[in-house]
T-cell receptor
């Protein structure tokens, strides 16, 4: 069984300030973890993924996430928010098997204020 | 970068009608999925498909739903008799053996 909890449903930051979107997971397997972004009326875009290699993962658009097994966390960060970062963000866990399904968190809405 | 393509982007149908949502996964991928997102809710797993059969399905995926890979390139989701509560964004996804899941842009289904 696997699950993922996004600890904040809404996060609001000012442009140019750091972003932190929190995610905790549980998995019976050695998990693969992902962050996806969804802009309004758009599909899901992969930001970054962790698949048992380096624990600090760099993604697109300046985002990165750190896998911390002891804390079962995979928080998403960005040093400086941009207006275009405003979107819905999903943390996703997959059981790591070839055909494994992915389980989505509830999502975090990021608002960026000018 | 390769893409998963979904058509149509929007589908409007009457309650009780059949709809088929179409997806073209990435050509060398082996595993295929459908997910849905009801407005304001989380993305939910519907079904996974591998080697021409369903690998796993959720409770949502009842007898009204079916999937097919009719010609080796398309991957379709059929809803036999749509209900109001089937209105949602439906996402197709595919992957190869490496753990990277590619999603399509989604089909917004509106059941009236």
């Amino acid at each position: 069984a696997q699950s993922v909890t996004q600890l904040d449903s809404h996060v609001s930051v000012s442009e140019g300030t750091p972003v932190l979107l929190r995610c905790n997971y549980s998995s019976s397997y050695s998990p693969s973890l992902f962050w996806y972004v969804q802009h309004p009326n758009k599909g899901l875009q992969l930001l970054l993924k962790y698949t048992s290699a380096a624990t600090l993962v760099k993604g697109i658009n300046g985002f990165e996430a750190e896998f911390k097994k002891s804390e079962t966390s995979f928080h998403l960060t960005k040093p400086s928010a941009h207006m275009s970062d405003a979107a819905e963000y999903f943390c996703v866990v997959s059981d790591g098997t070839n055909a494994g399904k992915s389980t989505f968190g509830d999502g975090t809405t990021l608002t960026v204020k000018p | 970068e390769p893409e998963v393509t979904q058509t149509p982007s929007h589908q409007v149908t009457q309650m009780g009608q059949e709809v088929i949502l179409r997806c073209v996964p990435i050509s060398n991928h082996l595993y295929f999925y459908w997910y849905r997102q009801i407005l304001g809710q989380k993305v939910e797993f519907l079904v996974s498909f591998y080697n021409n059969e369903i690998s796993e399905k959720s409770e949502i995926f009842d007898d009204q739903f079916s999937v097919e890979r009719p010609d080796g390139s398309n991957f379709t989701l059929k809803i036999r008799s749509t209900k109001l509560e089937d209105s949602a964004m439906y996402f197709c996804a595919s992957k190869d053996r490496v753990e990277k899941l590619f999603f399509g842009s989604g089909t917004q289904l509106s059941v009236l």
